[in-house]
């Protein structure tokens, strides 16, 4: 949302910047851009991104940020896919959450 990251610069004028960070003086804040906090101590963290997603970029920085931190991170990018996919009918949406199922079941020992 702070419009600096590789994905940020692209989409910086979009409205949906404006719409969900417009009232915050910071963008930068890590309440607002994660990528910006503190992310030592957190627990395994699964990224679900499309390979044509917008916040391509910005996932891949994300995942180095987290693997810099010592984070068990696991970056999964799905080929052909835009942003939200997973929210879509799709057989692909269908892999991603199985596969986040899958995931979420090992690191949860159900």
Known sequence: ????????RLI??????????GHVPDRAHPD????YADLSGLPPVRLVVGAEDVL???????????????VDVDLRVYPAAPHGFTA??????????ADVR????????A
Do not use: K
Not at 12 to 21: C, L, Q, T
């Open 1 to 8: 949302m702070s419009g600096r990251t590789p994905s940020g």
């Open 12 to 21: 910086a004028d979009e409205y949906f910047i404006e719409a969900y960070a």
């Open 32 to 35: 607002v851009s994660p990528i």
């Open 56 to 70: 391509l970029g910005d996932n891949r920085a994300m995942a180095a940020r987290l693997a810099a931190a010592g």
């Open 88 to 97: 879509h009918p799709t057989p692909m949406a269908d892999a991603a959450r």
């Open 102 to 109: 899958q995931w979420l079941a090992g690191h949860l020992g």
